[in-house]
């Protein structure tokens, strides 16, 4: 059954696979993280994932990264295939950014659909609209961070501007791919939670009849360690993690355009 489809020898750069995700998407979930990102977000929780080359810490102690083939993800990915199946899970292809290997990602997806194993992405959709629009055609739930709605803002916090982000989320939330489209802003204290910011996603989402519902995700300082131990300097040490209250403000704001938040 596995011995040859189109695909199968194709190779990625990996950074870990992870088993038993709650977080990723419905159900057990076995995470795929890939390596390499166009953004350069400076609150990212992963900047290891960073750079698509193979990496070690300071000290060398640890490596990030591994080329694998898609044939060899599959089969880490299969050994939990009776957990999928109990608890309505599956893969979820993270990163980086899962848009910046495209051939990579869409075998992966491909593949899982065919062998009847729930898929998802979680993406920045910074890529080929050709590329997203072949991933929603294959892929069960898709996870889109919309980090800001200002270009000038986006521009200076991740490191790119934010219209061929938008555009896409546009197209993706105007058309009925028959999945789950999920976006996800993650809050950050003084970056992008004042009342313009929000009320400017509120009124974006509000026309996208097709996204399934808004995350707002507080801001965290998971993986501040790692940029110590690869020698990086972590520019959002001061910020702190926003209360229950503020993020229900939050939610308030974006509500009164657009009431799918969570």
């Known amino acids: 059954?596995?011995?040859?489809?189109?695909?199968?020898?194709?190779?990625?750069?990996?950074?870990?696979?992870?088993?038993?995700?709650?977080?990723?998407g419905d159900g057990l979930r076995t995470v795929v993280f890939l390596k390499g990102c166009p953004l350069k977000c400076a609150w990212c929780s992963t900047p290891e994932s960073q750079n698509r080359e193979i990496e070690t810490t300071k000290d060398g102690s640890i490596t990030y990264g591994k080329e694998m083939t898609v044939e060899?993800?599959?089969?880490?990915?299969?050994?939990?295939?009776?957990?999928?199946?109990?608890?309505?899970g599956g893969m979820t292809?993270?990163?980086?950014?899962?848009l910046a290997q495209p051939d990579f990602l869409l075998a992966l997806l491909r593949r899982s659909r065919f062998e009847g194993i729930d898929s998802a992405i979680e993406t920045s959709f910074l890529g080929k609209w050709e590329v997203i629009e072949q991933a929603l055609g294959t892929l069960d739930t898709a996870f889109v961070d919309l980090k800001m709605f200002r270009e000038d803002k986006h521009r200076f916090y991740t490191g790119v501007s934010n219209q061929v982000i938008l555009e896409n989320i546009r197209k993706a939330g105007s058309k009925d791919f028959d999945n789950k489209l999920i976006i996800r802003t993650p809050l950050i204290p003084g970056v992008n939670d004042d009342q313009e910011e929000l009320e400017n996603i509120g009124r974006f989402l509000s026309e996208l009849p097709y996204v399934h519902h808004l995350q707002l995700l507080p801001y965290h300082r998971l993986g501040t360690d790692t940029y110590r131990k690869l020698g990086r300097v972590y520019t959002l040490k001061d910020v702190r993690v926003p209360s229950e209250e503020h993020m229900?403000?939050?939610?308030?704001v974006i509500g009164k355009y657009y009431?799918?938040?969570m």
């Open 248 to 252: 229900e403000w939050c939610r308030s």
């Open 259 to 261: 009431d799918k938040v």
């Open 1 to 24: 059954m596995y011995s040859d489809y189109e695909g199968r020898d194709l190779k990625g750069m990996v950074l870990r696979l992870e088993k038993s995700s709650i977080y990723d």
């Open 93 to 98: 292809v993270s990163g980086g950014e899962v």
């Open 72 to 88: 060899e993800v599959l089969v880490e990915v299969r050994k939990d295939s009776l957990f999928y199946f109990y608890s309505g």
